[in-house]
């Protein structure tokens, strides 16, 4: 089979970029499997992609690329109406809602469509009116499945697939190292000041403990005054960017994540594939869906109190034996999203479909 799958963007920094790019390198082991990225404003993307995924984008932003129509909004659905209306491809997966109602209404009619989901759509007007015209919408989870099933009513069925880990093997925690990590993009809803305050109250307990915050976003310059102002420069390091998340989070032997609605849980199952356990509010999704307490890891009650998030770190931190015992069930976990399984997954539904 000829599979498309469309990004916003193959070159940025996100969880959704991450699965799609480790789905469509297992994929393409058997298909012929290209990515389009609908902006590119990089020469190579961010995360690795398979060899035989061929890539192409639909608006090209990189300096001194040579420009055929006006910039803009209008000039990126024009190229993306173009290019839709010429595929080729047997089956045609996007990855946002937006791209969704275009894909339903200029794809060719052969062509089996998919919309694959994380979030809610911020307008479901438009979702509402042309999705009953894909053949399909997967989600990462039962939850987000649900959510679409009622939203879409009498629309095309709604599925639900697991995001995929790259294939294995994984790197290892060893679970000595005195190491809490975190990783993502720097933005407001991640709440990462939830994190620093509460880890705050971890180093005044367990000063030999440090906390190692990796990604990037708007936020550094607010979360670099408040290690400042707890004066928690010896103990919180910002790590920047990196494409090899799941090494560094086998450098750790606890990744906490304290995201206020996270739709997505990337970051959750690539620190469970590296045997890590994971403390995570139960407000986000992605936490909530994938950690299990006594499992893999620790939910806490999703509240405003660091003290709270600080004092499950602390039983985890005081108690290894638990700690290993936890690890041992996030491996568990994490098998079962290894990209060759998912994508045995994803051609199962297609064969369906089609």
């Known amino acids: 089979?000829?599979?498309?799958?469309?990004?916003?963007?193959?070159?940025?920094?996100?969880?959704?970029?991450?699965?799609?790019?480790?789905?469509?390198?297992?994929?393409?082991?058997?298909?012929?499997?290209?990515?389009?990225?609908?902006?590119?404003?990089?020469?190579?993307?961010?995360?690795?992609?398979?060899?035989?995924?061929?890539?192409?984008?639909?608006?090209?932003?990189r300096p001194g690329v040579r420009h055929l129509l006006p910039r803009g909004q209008v000039r990126t659905e024009v190229a993306l109406w173009r290019l839709l209306r010429g595929l080729k491809s047997d089956v045609l997966i996007t990855t946002r809602p937006g791209v969704g109602v275009q894909a339903a209404r200029h794809a060719p009619r052969e062509t089996v469509k998919?919309?694959?989901?994380?979030?809610?759509?911020?307008?479901?007007?438009?979702?509402?009116?042309?999705?009953?015209?894909?053949?399909?919408?997967?989600?990462?989870?039962?939850?987000?499945?649900?959510e679409w099933a009622r939203l879409l009513g009498a629309g095309?069925?709604?599925?639900?697939?697991?995001?995929?880990?790259?294939?294995?093997?994984?790197?290892?925690?060893?679970?000595?190292?005195?190491?809490?990590?975190?990783?993502?993009?720097?933005?407001?809803?991640?709440?990462?000041?939830?994190?620093?305050?509460?880890?705050?109250?971890?180093?005044?307990?367990r000063p030999d403990w440090r906390l190692r915050l990796y990604g990037a976003g708007p936020e550094e310059r607010r979360l670099r005054s408040l290690v400042g102002e707890l004066d928690l420069h010896n103990h919180v390091y910002f790590m920047g960017t990196t494409s090899d998340l799941a090494g560094e989070f086998a450098?750790?032997?606890?990744?906490?994540?304290?995201?206020?609605?996270?739709?997505?849980?990337?970051?959750?199952?690539?620190?469970?594939?590296?045997?890590?356990?994971?403390?995570?509010?139960?407000?986000?999704?992605?936490?909530?869906?994938?950690?299990a307490t006594g499992y893999n890891g620790v939910l806490v009650p999703d509240q405003d109190d660091p003290r709270t998030f600080a004092v499950a770190l602390l039983a985890l931190i005081d108690d290894e034996r638990r700690r290993r015992s936890l690890a041992a069930g996030a491996l568990d976990t994490a098998v079962r999203h290894g990209a060759t399984e998912v994508a045995c997954q994803w051609e199962k539904l297609i064969g369906g479909l089609r």
């Open 1 to 61: 089979m000829r599979i498309s799958l469309v990004l916003a963007s193959a070159y940025g920094m996100r969880g959704d970029v991450r699965a799609t790019l480790n789905l469509a390198t297992a994929l393409s082991e058997r298909h012929d499997v290209e990515v389009i990225s609908i902006r590119r404003q990089k020469d190579k993307p961010f995360f690795p992609v398979g060899p035989k995924v061929s890539m192409r984008s639909v608006v090209d932003v």
């Open 114 to 146: 998919i919309a694959r989901e994380w979030g809610r759509p911020a307008v479901p007007g438009p979702v509402k009116r042309f999705y009953p015209r894909l053949d399909a919408v997967v989600t990462a989870t039962e939850s987000a499945q649900e």
């Open 156 to 205: 095309p069925l709604v599925h639900s697939l697991p995001d995929a880990l790259p294939d294995g093997p994984w790197p290892r925690s060893r679970m000595d190292n005195r190491i809490v990590a975190a990783g993502g993009r720097w933005v407001a809803v991640k709440a990462y000041d939830r994190l620093i305050r509460a880890f705050a109250l971890v180093a005044a307990q």
């Open 251 to 291: 450098k750790a032997s606890i990744v906490a994540n304290t995201s206020r609605s996270e739709d997505q849980g990337m970051t959750v199952l690539e620190a469970m594939g590296c045997g890590v356990p994971v403390v995570a509010f139960d407000g986000a999704r992605g936490a909530r869906e994938f950690v």
